[in-house]
């Protein structure tokens, strides 16, 4: 079987690393890679204290979080080095006490569904100033043991490095051929995903279809320091935008910025993100140290109700799509993908696809209203 898979962010490299593990599959990963959100998350992987009520979502953001102890240990299994990702804990901060003792409470209740959260205590300043020593700005943080951080352009080349796997990177359409299979960049396949984030509308909407994603610019800084010290700091959540995660490799980053009127631009916007400097400087002073800083702009993905979705595209058999991960994809993203490769194989898939409903997003639109259109 030969299948094609159309976007290399974390959910189309997911794909990828497990299709091509299958025997007697070609596996063809066409990436872009402009803009692409993965490659520009902060990479937090800590959804338990989400009040989001969607429970869908949850469901979705919880499971995606466990699922990446399977994806490294398939990883490790394979010879692959799993340093992406490192389970740092979390340091949450409310400006409110009252929210940080509702926030220990939800916490305390989602952990009997979601062991990985592991230890989960409230913290005192006076308790942790002399192993965290850049820290300021509270009096007392929520701690949970379980979350990670993630470098999602790392794991992307790790998952992408599959030996069986044909890489192109370039910008593709797709197109139907007359006997039931897709022509791409002239090669035909049997099966396509379309894991193409924010893009998806523009690879749909020539066949046809109208489609609800809207593209988000998200901004963040990298700080890089001279000395890796702090490597065994928790990734930091403030209330905002501001979120630090301190990095195993000497980097420090610090954002992001949601922005829903800028479409796919990717220019660096120095108000924005000083705005957000300014936020996490009282939480982490050393930044003001750093060496030297970079600047990340990524495209999330969202839809008009914010949810996620994946399954097979309406009136279009054998081509798959996922998209609208928003700000938690690096969390959903490879369980979202491995459902994907489940659909392909025709195995049971752990979501249920209903809870995720592609026909709410992918619409064929009427020949009368492409006819309108023109
Ligand atoms: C600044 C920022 C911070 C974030 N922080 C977090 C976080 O801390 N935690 C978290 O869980 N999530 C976070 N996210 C969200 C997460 O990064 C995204 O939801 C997730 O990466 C989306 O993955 P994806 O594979 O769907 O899309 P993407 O990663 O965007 O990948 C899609 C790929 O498809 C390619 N493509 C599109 N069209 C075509 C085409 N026609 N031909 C070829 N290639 C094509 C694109 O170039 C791109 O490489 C963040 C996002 C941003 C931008």
């Keep these: 079987m030969k299948i094609a898979i159309?976007?290399?962010?974390i959910v189309g490299s997911t794909a990828a690393y497990y299709l091509a593990k299958e025997k007697d599959m070609t596996v063809v990963l066409f990436d872009d890679g402009n803009g692409q959100a993965t490659k520009a998350a902060a990479g937090i992987i800590s959804p338990w204290f989400s009040k989001r009520r969607n429970k869908a979502w949850y469901k979705m953001a919880r499971l995606g979080a466990d699922f990446y102890q399977k994806l490294l240990k398939d990883l490790e299994n394979d010879g692959f080095e799993n340093d992406f990702y490192q389970q740092s804990g979390v340091f949450l901060f409310?400006?409110?006490e009252e929210k940080l003792e509702e926030l220990f409470e939800l916490a305390k209740t989602r952990k009997q569904e979601a062991p990985l959260i592991g230890e989960i205590a409230l913290k005192s300043y006076e308790s942790l100033k002399d192993n965290y020593p850049n820290l300021s700005g509270f009096e007392r943080t929520l701690f949970a043991s379980g979350a990670a951080r993630v470098d999602g352009d790392k794991l992307v080349k790790r998952l992408q490095s599959i030996s069986q796997l044909t890489l192109i990177r370039k910008k593709v359409g797709l197109k139907k051929t007359d006997n039931h299979q897709?022509?791409?960049d002239g090669m035909v396949f049997d099966k396509v995903i379309l894991a193409s984030g924010a893009w998806l509308p523009s690879i749909l909407e020539p066949l046809g279809y109208q489609v609800d994603?809207?593209?988000q610019k998200g901004q963040l800084k990298d700080y890089y320091?001279?000395?890796?010290?702090?490597?065994?700091?928790?990734?930091?959540?403030?209330?905002?935008?501001a979120d630090i995660i301190p990095f195993s490799d000497d980097k420090v980053s610090v954002g992001a910025s949601h922005e829903n009127e800028m479409g796919y631009d990717l220019s660096e916007d120095k108000s924005i993100l000083d705005a957000i400097e300014k936020e996490a400087l009282p939480?982490?002073?050393a930044l003001e140290q750093a060496d030297a800083i970079h600047t990340r702009v990524g495209t999330r993905a969202y839809t008009s109700d914010y949810s996620p979705f994946f399954g097979q595209v309406p009136?279009?058999?054998n081509v798959y799509a996922a998209s609208g991960l928003g700000s938690s994809g690096l969390t959903t993203g490879p369980l979202i993908a491995y459902q994907l490769v489940q659909l392909v194989l025709d195995n049971p898939l752990a979501l249920k696809a209903t809870d995720y409903p592609i026909a709410n997003y992918i619409q064929k639109q009427k020949a009368d209203d492409t006819m309108h259109k023109k």
């Excluded at 490597?231 to 905002?240: A, K, Q, T």
Aim: net charge positive; hydrophobic share 35%; glycine share 12%.
């Design 6 to 9: 159309i976007g290399g962010g």
């Design 94 to 96: 409310k400006k409110k």
């Design 182 to 184: 897709y022509l791409i």
């Design 213 to 215: 994603v809207r593209p």
């Design 225 to 241: 320091f001279s000395k890796n010290v702090f490597n065994h700091y928790p990734v930091l959540m403030p209330e905002g935008e």
């Design 283 to 285: 939480y982490f002073t």
């Design 315 to 317: 009136m279009l058999p």
